[in-house]
């Protein structure tokens, strides 16, 4: 069993900052690559930033130069610093994490968090 704990959502003036935070706990043998996504309303879930067990680093086009994804892995945790918010980055902030759950590269499976409500106002 997988748990991912997520914080740090909240309202904010546009231009103003937040930092997402997202906690991984349980039977996890090793982290493949930890992801945050988001949905709007009346929207799909779109992909945000993702960071893979390298440290490497992507992003969507509409986040690119004000998103930063990072991670600490002494406390498996991942986090999204969100600078320069827009209107338009008002959404639910879910976490996804992709793991082995053993030693064999074929074992890997994914977990959700339950979602942070980011409302940046205008």
């Known amino acids: 069993q997988v748990q991912l704990v997520e914080s740090g959502g909240g309202l904010v003036q546009a231009g103003e900052s937040l930092r997402l935070s997202c906690a991984a706990s349980?039977?996890?043998?090793?982290?493949?690559?930890m992801a945050w996504y988001r949905q709007a309303p009346g929207k799909q879930r779109e992909s945000v930033a993702t960071i893979t067990s390298g440290g490497s680093t992507s992003y969507a086009d509409s986040v690119k130069g004000r998103f930063t994804i990072s991670r600490d892995n002494a406390k498996n945790t991942v986090y999204l610093q969100m600078n320069s918010l827009k209107p338009e980055d008002t959404a639910v902030y879910y976490c996804?994490?992709?793991?082995?759950?053993?030693?064999?590269?074929?074992?890997?499976?994914?977990?959700w968090g339950q979602g942070t409500l980011v409302t940046v106002s205008s």
């Open positions: 349980g039977s996890i043998f090793r982290i493949v690559a």
């Open positions: 996804n994490l992709v793991f082995q759950y053993d030693s064999s590269w074929a074992h890997t499976s994914d977990a």
